[in-house]
């Protein structure tokens, strides 16, 4: 089946620090990721979608100066926190999907744990 | 806009116990459904899915059918595991929404020895 990673599993980071998350599709080419977040016991709550060369399409709430996309090939998209708060913390997963159709299946990543101390 | 309803949790059953988890829609067109399961510390596992009214979808004893006329997509399993013990969602995409995924809460399952 497909498989999607993503690194670090968990970081730990002091306030006002940069974090960079990776995702990556190990066995098929992602034309579109999506960045999700997700709260302790909450449901996941879609951040950006990023298509492969071109930029990210961000939620309406989620600040992109903030949660800086990036899709630079069909395999590898990154999610940088920029100057990283407390409230930053939470449980980000990403999803990558291939194929023609948009309504192809989203495969998920393990998800990074990120604290901000 | 589009949206997911699920059976509120927790759910505590026993093994060999009868599974349901009810699922309702609301979407214009015709959405695909899916039911993920998330086990603890980690990311979301699609279960199965169903792309068109009447699909079954199953899976390790799973299954949940697409029903357009009551805009249900119910988990069943008919006799669960301890291993089974995990947070499932519910969730659909469509394309009057670019394939963007749309979640319920989830609901949480334990199942006691």
């Known amino acids: 089946g497909a498989v999607v990673s993503q690194h670090p599993s968990w970081v730990i980071c002091k306030s006002g620090t940069s974090v960079k998350i990776e995702c990556r599709s190990l066995?098929?080419?992602?034309?579109?990721m999506f960045w999700y977040r997700q709260f302790p016991k909450q449901s996941l709550m879609l951040m950006a979608t990023?298509?492969?060369?071109?930029?990210?399409?961000?939620e309406q709430g989620v600040e992109k100066d903030k949660f800086l996309i990036n899709h630079a090939s069909l395999t590898l998209s990154t999610l940088t926190v920029t100057s990283a708060h407390p409230e930053d913390s939470s449980f980000y997963i990403c999803?990558?999907?291939?194929?023609?159709?948009?309504?192809?299946?989203?495969?998920f990543g393990p998800g990074t744990r990120l604290l901000v101390l | 806009g589009n949206s997911v309803t699920q059976m509120e949790g927790p759910v505590t059953l026993s093994e060999e116990a009868f599974l349901t988890i009810n699922c309702t829609y609301t979407?214009?067109?015709?959405?695909?459904l899916f039911w993920y399961v998330q086990y603890p510390g980690e990311g979301l596992q699609l279960l199965l899915k169903?792309?068109?009214?009447?699909d079954k979808g199953s899976n390790k004893g799973f299954e949940a059918t697409y029903r357009k006329e009551t805009t249900s997509f119910h988990l069943e399993k008919g006799s669960v595991q301890v291993s089974d013990s995990a947070v499932y969602f519910c969730?659909?995409?469509?394309?009057?929404?670019?394939?963007?995924?749309?979640f319920g809460d989830g609901t949480t399952l334990t199942v006691k020895p």
């Open positions: 066995d098929f080419q992602a034309t579109t």
């Open positions: 169903a792309t068109k009214a009447d």
């Open positions: 979407a214009t067109g015709y959405p695909s």
């Open positions: 990023s298509n492969e060369g071109s930029k990210a399409t961000y």
């Open positions: 999803s990558a999907s291939g194929g023609a159709s948009i309504l192809e299946t989203q495969y």
């Open positions: 969730a659909l995409s469509a394309l009057t929404n670019a394939g963007k995924s749309t």
